[in-house]
């Protein structure tokens, strides 16, 4: 765990905001994988565009937000077909708390 990457990555307000829709991406987010023809296990994940959408900033801007995140450990993705879905590493996120509650 790399600590100033995850502080780095946290210190844009709209990276910040990403995690924090993707918490709960059921209420921040319309209904994912419709596109994909048949039924698959997204695990929470959002499409790109939807978080681009929300984020209201350009594709280009929310591609570089996410690789920022996903670089810090922050983010994970998996691909369908055309599609990639981010989540949130909840076992990283869990470790970063866990540092700053005991060496802060």
């Given at each position: 765990?790399d600590?100033?990457?995850?502080?780095?990555?946290?210190?844009?307000?709209?990276?910040?905001?990403?995690?924090?829709?993707?918490?709960?991406?059921?209420?921040?987010?319309?209904?994912?994988?419709?596109?994909?023809?048949?039924?698959?296990?997204?695990k929470?994940?959002?499409?790109?565009?939807?978080?681009?959408?929300?984020a209201?900033?350009?594709?280009?801007?929310?591609?570089?937000?996410?690789?920022?995140?996903?670089?810090?450990?922050?983010?994970?993705?998996?691909?369908?077909?055309?599609?990639?879905?981010?989540?949130?590493?909840?076992?990283?996120?869990?470790?970063?708390?866990?540092?700053?509650?005991?060496?802060?």
């Amino acid at each position: 765990m790399d600590v100033i990457e995850i502080s780095r990555a946290l210190s844009n307000e709209t990276r910040l905001n990403i995690l924090k829709w993707l918490k709960n991406p059921e209420q921040n987010f319309p209904p994912q994988g419709g596109s994909l023809g048949k039924p698959v296990d997204l695990k929470g994940g959002v499409c790109v565009s939807s978080i681009q959408e929300k984020a209201g900033v350009s594709p280009s801007t929310v591609s570089n937000y996410l690789s920022v995140l996903q670089n810090a450990g922050l983010l994970l993705s998996e691909r369908y077909e055309k599609w990639t879905y981010y989540r949130r590493n909840e076992e990283l996120i869990s470790k970063y708390a866990d540092y700053i509650k005991k060496e802060l």
